[in-house]
């Protein structure tokens, strides 16, 4: 998947503007770099286009996850992009179905497996066949 394709389907699915999904796009994979191991980030950035891998960045020198749960990751996201926390989890979500469309779904599955259970409600969608944004 291309680049515009992928803020195009974040876009649509968050019922937001291109515009407003990059910044959304970019807070939350920001987010989601820090809360993978190192390794799993860069295996996620090889398969996204480039201006998503350079924004997908481990932290340096450290190959630990920051352990955080669903509710500080949604508030990460919403304070990054300037947004509410209703806007926020809508984000979170539609990055999440668009990442599942945009790598190959062994990879989705190393990435959600290193998330807690009280992360399931912004991944399911992503993992339901046919995915969209559940409200």
Known sequence: MNYETFVDQVALRARTSP?????????TLETLAERLTGGEVLDLAAQLPKPLQRVLKPHPGTEAADRFGAAEFI???????????NTARDAVRAVFITLRE?????EFADVVVQMPRDYRDMVEPA????????R
């Open 19 to 27: 515009e407003r999904a990059v910044e959304l796009t970019r807070a």
């Open 75 to 85: 508030a990460r996201v919403g304070q990054r992009a300037g947004v509410d926390g």
């Open 102 to 106: 945009a790598v190959t779904g062994g």
């Open 127 to 134: 993992l339901a066949p046919n995915a969209a944004l559940r």
